[in-house]
């Protein structure tokens, strides 16, 4: 038994050439939600600074994006393509990004637009992690529509068989298991998290990036088990995907960052 798949032609309007795709809809989805909860956090003075900043940032967190998840998916994913063909890795046009990569990227931007504006880096970082959340809701109904990035064969009653799976098998549709966990369920989270620490008085900057590496990591270690691994890399270790082995590195990094951010005695923005 399976649930038919909706097949949502991925151009919403195509004019020659010219098309306008769901996928990149989605993104620009995300990213005006994201920008409304940022300066929702803004409004309500959680940070120290102010509306016109988010719009700064969001032009350095947009090359950091690109350039991390590029880089990231060229050297894990794609290393041994794109050593015989070198250039196609500046061909992004052509798909290939790492959501891991992405956020080192815009943990990068997120430092630099920190230092050139002299704003503490961890008040960024939080705005970034609550504000960045919907886009992952967004970006994983892309690849749903895309019937991209499926899951494994299942025999579950919600199975779907996607038309770009070649063996036409009934799979997880692993895309909106994410769509749900880290776009919706974490963003919850994290607003919860945010208004109880500032409530008991012991929120730190830095405590939702922190929590978001952590519950993201969580999320998807567990949603990995029902996704088909990359198949130029398949199982890295053991029965682990290479993306549950950079999701324990999140986790592994949230913690620390907890550990440093709550050393501090004092509860003040900084």
């Known amino acids: 038994m399976t649930i038919p798949y909706p097949r949502i032609p991925p151009d919403i309007i195509r004019i020659g050439p010219f098309a306008i795709r769901w996928y990149g809809v989605m993104y620009v989805v995300g990213y005006v939600v994201g920008v409304a909860v940022a300066r929702r956090r803004v409004r309500r003075g959680v940070v120290p600074f102010d509306e016109a900043a988010v719009d700064a940032l969001v032009g350095y967190l947009l090359i950091g994006m690109l350039v991390g998840a590029r880089l990231v998916y060229v050297l894990v994913y794609g290393r041994a393509e794109y050593a015989a063909h070198p250039l196609e890795a500046f061909a992004v046009w052509r798909g290939g990004l790492s959501f891991h990569g992405a956020v080192l990227g815009m943990v990068a931007a997120c430092a630099i637009f920190a230092r050139r504006r002299r704003i503490p880096f961890w008040t960024v970082a939080d705005t970034l992690a609550l504000a960045g959340t919907p886009g992952l809701f967004f970006g994983r ?4 529509i895309n019937a991209e990035l499926y899951g494994r064969p299942t025999t579950v009653p919600w199975a779907m068989v996607f038309p770009t799976d070649p063996a036409r098998v009934p799979r997880h549709p692993s895309q909106l298991y994410e769509a749900v966990s ?3 369920v974490l963003f919850l989270a994290l607003c919860f998290l945010e208004r109880a ?3 008991g008085g012991w929120y730190r900057p830095g405590l939702l990036a922190g929590a978001f590496l952590i519950g993201y990591g969580v999320l998807r270690f567990l949603i990995e088990f029902t996704r088909q691994p990359d198949v130029q890399l398949g199982f890295v270790l053991g029965p682990f995907s290479m993306g549950q082995v950079l999701c324990t590195l999140m986790v592994i990094a949230g913690m620390i960052v907890l ?9 003040r923005l900084e």
Do not use: D, S, W
Not at 141 to 144: A, C, D, P, Q
Not at 259 to 267: D, F, I, M, N, S
């Open 197 to 199: 620490a500032l409530r």
């Open 182 to 184: 880290e776009g919706i």
């Open 259 to 267: 550990a440093v951010v709550y050393r501090r005695q004092t509860g």
């Open 141 to 144: 109904i892309g690849n749903f």
